[in-house]
């Protein structure tokens, strides 16, 4: 049971190229989340999508797309990379909008460099 | 503007000692609470949560202490392990979303 799966693992950008950091889970779960760790700054939340079809900003969207291709993938795009985007990325998921007794379960991170 | 606080950045505990993390937070909206714990390069793990309408929840060597007037909660570790020596988060959610704080980094001492 793979759970959630983020690929790449790495991945190393210029200024200004673009790239895809891809999720799937298969848990079957509703929702799914976008967040970044930052040394200091915690987890903090890029996007999320509640249900198949619907997505939403968290705290940091800017710079960012999402796409919730099906209920298992969910996408993350960066259009224009910064070097201010450089972080880990963690992917997520929940079987209902996590409240209490549905927690969020994350894939083992992207770490993005951008130079 | 930071709604899930956790100002200690570091902790130092004697193994078989209790450890405590603590967590304020602004948001009287939350309904529910809970404790994710973070190896390196891996992803958090969920521990133990607690809803807003209770005071506390316990989990084997975990409990979530939850103090709604004070806007404040608290995780406790006994005994401590070695392997609890970790990265915790608090984290609080309202709605669809929930919401993390910076972190504590837990040390376990020998």
């Known amino acids: 049971n793979a759970g959630v799966t983020q690929t790449p693992k790495f991945q190393v950008l210029k200024t200004g190229q673009s790239m895809t950091l891809q999720c799937a889970q298969d848990m079957n779960h509703n929702s799914m989340y976008w967040y970044r760790q930052d040394p200091g700054m915690g987890l903090r939340l890029i996007y999320y999508s509640a249900s198949e079809g619907t997505t939403d900003k968290g705290e940091v969207p800017n710079g960012y797309n999402v796409s919730r291709l099906n209920k298992r993938e969910f996408s993350l795009r960066l259009e224009s990379a910064a070097p201010s985007q450089t972080s880990v990325y963690f992917c997520a998921s929940s079987e209902l909008p996590p409240r209490g007794n549905s927690p969020l379960h994350f894939g083992n991170g992207t770490r993005l460099t951008v130079t | 503007d930071q709604q899930v606080k956790q100002n200690s950045p570091s902790l130092s505990v004697q193994e078989g000692r209790i450890s405590i993390l603590n967590c304020d937070y602004t948001n009287s909206m939350f309904d529910y609470f809970l404790w994710y714990k973070k190896y390196p390069a891996e992803g958090p793990t969920f521990l133990i949560s607690?809803?807003?309408?209770?005071d506390k929840n316990e989990d084997g060597r975990f409990t979530v202490f939850l103090n709604k007037s004070a806007k404040h909660l608290s995780l406790h570790i006994v005994p401590s392990q070695p392997g609890d020596s970790a990265v915790y988060f608090c984290a609080a959610s309202e709605g669809d979303k929930i919401i993390f704080g910076k972190g504590t980094r837990l040390h376990i001492l020998p």
């Open positions: 607690i809803s807003s309408i209770k």
